[in-house]
């Protein structure tokens, strides 16, 4: 059973940084293309960032640019999002999902439960 | 590419059909997909390449269209389709969401 479980979300003030991690399990981790895709509270998704299975390509969302950088670990089966440079916008659940097939990235077809990113003051 | 969905929302009952438009600024030929959100949950992918249906999604989703015009029909909506509905296209960099359609109970 394919199983993703985000952390490291929280409270952070503007300009600060976080963490987040993406444990995934059940599947081949390296083989997959994985996203973060975030939702302000009472607003749609919006995706953020992917990275693909090899660890090669990576793309952002202009919104995050420069300012966040996806990475992961295949031989800890974790995807990681590192945000930097906070702002009051990024408030957001923050999704991890992994891509449905190993040749494209056609959609995601098995998301984590999210976690809670805050900034404020 | 920008990503428009439509209705807003709609009210409908238990037995009837639901149809939402998703339309695009731009074509994505038929790289869009369809994703189902219940309250407080994770969305869960229902459709992908326009048309095929995810592992485990039951035949009265469908989806249709090509291009800049799509469609997601639900033939006859279930207890448990009220939710909110999005599309989402992969045809380019970045990737984009329309804002959604909620499904809610008359």
């Known amino acids: 059973e394919v199983q993703l479980l985000e952390s490291g979300g929280g409270l952070v003030q503007p300009g600060g940084s976080l963490r987040l991690s993406c444990a995934a399990s059940g599947f081949t981790f390296s083989n997959y293309a994985m996203t973060w895709v975030r939702q302000a509270p009472g607003k749609g998704l919006e995706w953020v960032s992917l990275?693909?299975?090899?660890?090669?390509?990576?793309y952002y969302a202009d919104s995050v640019k420069g300012r966040f950088t996806v990475s992961r670990d295949n031989s800890k089966n974790t995807l990681y999002l590192q945000m930097n440079s906070l702002r009051d916008d990024d408030t957001a659940a923050y999704y991890c999902?992994?891509?449905?097939?190993?040749?494209?990235?056609?959609?995601?077809?098995?998301w984590g439960r999210g976690t809670l990113v805050t900034v404020s003051s | 590419i920008v990503l428009t969905q439509s209705p807003v929302a709609l009210s409908l009952s238990p037995g009837e059909r639901a149809t939402l438009s998703c339309r695009a600024s731009q074509s994505v030929g038929t790289y869009l997909a369809w994703y189902q959100q219940k309250r407080g949950q994770a969305p869960s992918l229902l459709i992908y390449?326009?048309?095929n249906r995810a592992t485990g999604i039951p035949p009265r989703f469908s989806g249709s269209g090509s291009e800049t015009d799509f469609t997601l029909t639900i033939s006859s909506l279930e207890p448990e389709d009220f939710a909110v509905y999005y599309c989402q296209q992969r045809a380019n960099w970045p990737l984009t969401f329309g804002p959604g359609t909620k499904v809610d109970i008359k």
């Open positions: 390449d326009a048309s």
């Open positions: 999902a992994k891509a449905l097939m190993t040749d494209s990235v056609r959609a995601f077809d098995h």
């Open positions: 990275l693909g299975g090899a660890g090669g390509a990576t």
